[in-house]
């Protein structure tokens, strides 16, 4: 999709609102002052799910979701279930196998590569808007935390059952999430946003991001 080469899947987080819990009530909510499941979910091109994390408040990062889950590991530790590139926003940390967006692009190759980027990307956003049309529960669930992750994973399981018997999706305005999330991280603050047991390791993790990003952009975004 818009000339992205080798993308197995496009990753990003998405907040599902919750009745504020009776323990622990602090940690559910998110950066937008309302309780929440913070949702992990991967796609692919035709809007199924392949990757599905909803266990965790919504103040927890989306890259602190991402580093403690078995879709982390293997590809850290070259152990892909699948071969390619993983698409994330600016909230996750560069890889080789999980590229982002450059922050603040100057040349017309680096402006090439997000544009190509993003337009790709947007295939996780329109999932996950279709998920949340299809699924109005979705809006808010009055339930404990471990009942509402329960109901999340479930309306995930029946999303990708109905897309692949092309059932209608109810109308709406809008295909997208919630709204925009414009939030940035750089490359370098991503190891003070989530501090690491072997900074030489990350650093040595992310360098292996930027090169592998470098090569891309210079085989495919001249």
């Known amino acids: 999709m818009s000339g992205f080469p080798n993308v197995v899947g496009c990753i990003d987080g998405t907040q599902v609102q919750i009745q504020a819990p009776t323990q622990n009530e602090h940690e559910f909510v998110n950066r ?13 091109a035709d809007l199924i799910f392949i990757n599905c994390i909803a266990k965790w408040p919504g103040s927890v990062h989306d ?20 071969r390619g590139i993983i698409l994330g926003d600016s909230r996750y940390m560069l890889r080789d196998w999980l590229l982002t967006p450059i922050s603040n692009p100057t040349t017309r190759q680096e402006r090439n590569y997000n544009f190509s980027h993003s337009s ?3 295939a996780i956003e329109r999932a996950i808007g279709v998920l949340k049309r299809r699924w109005h ?11 509402a992750c329960k109901v999340i994973a479930v309306c995930v399981m029946l999303s990708n059952r109905a897309r692949r ?4 999706v109810p109308d709406t305005d809008s295909d997208s999430d919630d709204e925009p999330d414009y939030e940035q991280a750089s490359d370098a603050h991503m190891e003070e946003v989530l501090p690491v047991n072997n900074p030489m390791i990350e650093r040595a993790r992310l360098a292996a991001g930027k090169t592998a990003r470098e090569r891309l952009m210079n085989n495919y975004f001249h």
């Open 137 to 147: 529960c979705l809006s808010r669930l009055r339930l404990t935390p471990a009942k």
């Open 120 to 122: 790709t990307r947007t």
């Open 63 to 82: 890259s602190r979701i991402l580093r403690e889950s078995s879709l982390f590991e293997d590809f850290e530790n070259k152990r892909q279930p699948m």
């Open 32 to 44: 937008k002052g309302y309780h929440s499941i913070n949702v992990q979910l991967m796609c692919d």
């Open 165 to 168: 018997l092309n059932l209608d």
